[in-house]
């Protein structure tokens, strides 16, 4: 079947069940009216008493047959084929839409039936009307679709929509039939996870690794969350396999503890080396810093960075760098190998890093992804299929961030609030949207604003995404700034304990999570804090209802619910836009159903 290989491509689908999806956007149903309804599309038998020309248009006159009624319709563009068709005295089946004008019936340019009594789907698709149908008829079969692991039900559902006996089986008030929507998100969510778990390969691990953590977690100045324990559980569970490495992605908030994860997942990995790469220096630093701190003496930890090393990584056990990382040409193997902010990276260095991932034999180093954008469960459960996912959704210490929606008439009482801040030796980030002047923002841009902050407050300091010199700038600003000027692409990488207060400018055209992940630069060390949502319009309830959330997940759950309001410019909001039936804000259940009966067909078919 070559040539069906060829539509598919074209209708760009991969699998039975997505053609199966591809629904009729409509029928054709020439099934006889049982009254005649105007307004309505009928269909009717008629039999014609006279017809007449008049303007080029031809004007025919039926009796209905059936309802003892007459009716007359003129046809607009005519040819031949029409005058002899509409002979007086013959009969016919009209189908078109039932007018009534001055108590007479009319029905303008009817379509003449041929084949009474059947419904035809109408697809909407790049292929002609004919492949479309060649296709589904040769493929949407009950055995097939029984085949994909559809139960009856499922299959009826679907055997319905491409072959309707009667409209009043699939369709009610123009719409499909509340059971058949279920069954299609259903049928979507199946299919797109079953699609998912076909890409997954695993392989063997380099090695298994199950170094004690005990020495380490006793010396910790805390306890563990127990979110923290439960992923340390899975990760050192994942890393004792020799026969299957690991692919986990550790999904948690800012500040909800994952550098300890890490380190201890280094610790299982010791005697053996592993790697750890972050998305800039200062976080590389950060880490650095950090494992020197909490690990046990005998883990020799060594750093890596673009002109700057420190300790010999070919000797060390530990090894934590930027990308400079990717450049090593006596970077050892490792069997370990960890990305933090993962979400960070680009795809170029990600496809390096797989590179890096690649040994000799056929055997891979266990692999852990951390990142700090939370998704939503529905989006973890439909990842779990390619990747193990662990999330950890709460932080070791609440926070207290204060937010709060504020205009115009409150930015008084802003800088006296910003003024007090500072004088308990407090910092404050202020993120415009822009760096320089725009007609399409009304909003200041950073340039604009900055001569205002400078002549009112000392120490101010401004960055953002491009500037060069920015991580520089936010080392000086962490020991001696008041003030940090900045957009919303600078990321600030480094924890910045002195900061309490952050104004959001233009808050209404970001999305949830990036005003998240703003938030999250304040209260780091548990002093109260506030987050200010400067906008023209506070009134927006979107941003009102993000005011009152604070974990990250639910975060992104409410922003898989706005995702159609209008004004969002960032484009953080990607998931959920590919489905048809299924609402990834709504339908957890739905596809932890398709999660489970995808895991028992594929028993089934090992056993
Ligand atoms: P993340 O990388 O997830 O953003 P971090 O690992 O940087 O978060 O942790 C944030 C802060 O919380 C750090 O100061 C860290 O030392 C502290 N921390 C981590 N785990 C705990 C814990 N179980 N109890 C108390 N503080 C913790
Ligand atoms: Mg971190």
Redesign the pocket.
């Known amino acids: 079947m070559e040539e069906a290989k060829t539509l598919f491509k074209k209708l760009k689908i991969y699998s039975l069940l997505d053609l199966a999806l591809i629904v009729p956007v409509s029928y054709n149903d020439t099934t006889l009216s049982e009254t005649l309804e105007v307004g309505k599309v009928c269909t009717v038998e008629a039999k014609v008493i006279d017809s007449s020309v008049y303007n080029g248009k031809l004007r025919v006159n039926f009796q209905l047959t059936r309802f003892g009624r007459r009716l007359s319709s003129t046809f607009f563009r005519t040819t031949p084929y029409h005058y002899k068709l509409f002979e007086p005295g013959s009969s016919h089946v009209i189908q078109g839409r039932l007018d009534e004008y001055r108590g007479y019936l009319q029905m303008p340019q009817p379509r003449s039936v041929n084949k009474v009594g059947t419904v035809t789907p109408k697809y909407k698709t790049v292929l002609k009307e004919s492949e479309i149908r060649t296709l589904i008829e040769a493929y949407i079969t009950e055995k097939n679709l029984f085949d994909e692991g559809l139960d009856s039900k499922e299959v009826s559902v679907l055997m319905h929509i491409h072959f309707p006996n009667a409209l009043e089986d699939v369709y009610r008030e123009g719409a499909f039939k509340p059971e058949f929507v279920e069954a299609l998100k259903f049928i979507e969510a199946y299919n797109h996870l079953k699609k998912l778990r076909g890409k997954r390969i695993d392989f063997p691990a380099m090695a298994a690794l199950n170094g004690s953590i005990e020495l380490f977690v006793s010396k910790?100045?805390?306890?563990?969350?127990s979110e923290?324990q439960q992923v340390i559980t899975q990760i050192r569970s994942d890393l004792a396999r020799k026969e299957k490495a690991a692919r986990r992605m550790v999904v948690?908030?800012?500040?909800?503890?994952?550098?300890?994860?890490?380190l201890a997942a280094a610790m299982t990995a010791w005697p053996h080396k592993s790697i750890l790469m972050a998305p800039t220096s200062l976080l590389a630093l950060?880490l650095y810093e950090?494992a020197n701190k909490h690990l046990p003496e005998r883990v020799k930890v060594a750093l890596v960075m673009q002109g700057h090393d420190e300790g010999d990584y070919r000797e060390a056990d530990f090894i934590i760098g930027t990308h400079a990382l990717l450049y090593k040409e006596d970077l050892p193997k490792a069997p370990l190998v960890m990305v933090?902010?993962q979400h960070r990276f680009g795809t170029k260095q990600r496809q390096m890093l797989e590179a890096l991932m690649d040994t000799e034999e056929d055997n891979r180093p266990h692999y852990i992804q951390?990142s700090?954008t939370p998704i939503p469960r529905t989006q973890a459960m439909m990842e779990s299929e390619l990747i193990d996912v662990s999330l950890?959704t709460t932080?070791?210490?609440e926070r207290e961030v204060e937010t709060k929606v504020i205009g115009r008439p409150e930015f008084p009482a802003l800088l006296e609030h910003i003024r007090e801040e500072l004088s308990q030796n407090h910092q404050v980030l202020i993120v415009y949207p822009l760096v320089e002047e725009s007609t399409e923002i009304p909003y200041q841009s950073l340039e604009e604003s900055r001569g205002f902050w400078e002549e009112r407050f000392e120490n101010v300091y401004v960055t953002h995404g491009k500037d060069r010199e920015k991580e520089e700038v936010l080392l000086e600003f962490r020991e001696r700034g008041n003030i940090l000027l900045a957009t919303t692409v600078v990321e600030v990488g480094i924890?910045l304990p002195r900061l309490t207060l952050i104004v959001i400018v233009g808050a209404e055209r970001l999305g949830l999570a990036t005003l998240h992940q703003l938030r999250?630069r304040v209260g780091?060390?548990g002093l109260q804090s506030w987050c200010y949502l400067f906008s023209n319009k506070p009134q927006n309830e979107r941003l009102q209802k993000f005011c009152e959330t604070t974990n990250g997940f639910d975060i992104a759950k409410l922003d898989l619910k706005f995702r159609d309001s209008g004004d969002i410019i960032d484009g953080t909001i990607q998931s959920g836009q590919k489905f048809r039936w299924l609402d990834m804000a709504e339908d957890e259940a739905v596809i932890a159903y398709a999660k489970s009966r995808l895991r028992s067909s594929m028993v089934s078919q090992t056993v």
Do not use: H, W
């Open positions: 910790l100045p805390f306890t563990l969350t923290q948690g908030d800012v500040g909800s503890g994952k550098t300890m994860v890490i950060q950090e933090d902010e951390f700090a950890i932080t070791p210490f924890s999250g780091r060390n």
